[in-house]
């Protein structure tokens, strides 16, 4: 739309683009398309939600699902926090994620996508939990995106 549009010119400077990408070619290639579509992979965005919500939201209760996730973490995800509460929450879940990797021997930045064999050692990686550690990162960089961002988490379930 016209408000969009506007915004996008006036802040092009600032905004990550292509190389060689044009702001009217910016803005022709998203035409149409929701903002939310346009940031996609953004940790804003969550990658699990729930239903009736927007893709902003995030679907906590799937940590519920991780069997090795302290039972404190997961039940804090229906608290109702605050920027900062977020923010630290969002820290811990990170750690965990982290530590859970680092023990099982999951080299760092490795994703469920890139398949669970590692062809430079033959080591065979447990897919359920790629699945699991990329989830809880998921969770922790949405609430790390929206707490240093100044929101807050409303628990709605």
């Known amino acids: 739309d016209r408000k969009a549009d506007e915004w996008i010119k006036s802040n092009w400077d600032c905004l990550p683009k292509a190389e060689g990408m044009t702001v009217d070619g910016f803005i022709k290639k998203f035409k ?7 940031v996609k992979g953004s940790p804003g965005v969550a990658k699990v939600s729930g239903i009736f919500v927007s893709a902003t939201s995030f679907r906590g ?11 404190e973490l997961i039940n804090q ?3 109702d926090m605050d920027p900062d509460e977020l923010y630290e929450y969002g820290h811990e879940l990170l750690g965990a994620a982290n530590r859970k990797r680092a023990e099982s021997g999951i ?7 890139m398949g669970n064999l590692d062809p430079d050692t033959n080591e065979v ?11 809880v990162r998921n969770a922790a960089e949405w609430c790390i995106f929206w707490g240093e961002n100044g929101h807050s988490m409303h628990a709605w379930y």
């Not at 398309?33 to 346009?38: G, K, M, R």
């Not at 080299?107 to 996508?113: A, S």
């Not at 990686?125 to 989830?135: A, G, K, N, P, S």
Request: hydrophobic share 40%; net charge negative.
């Open 107 to 113: 080299p760092d930045g490795w994703k469920v996508e």
């Open 125 to 135: 990686y447990d897919l359920q939990l790629l699945r699991d550690v990329e989830t």
């Open 77 to 79: 995800s229906y608290n």
């Open 32 to 38: 149409g398309q929701y903002v939310i579509d346009a």
């Open 61 to 71: 209760k799937v940590l519920r699902f991780v069997n090795w996730l302290d039972p």
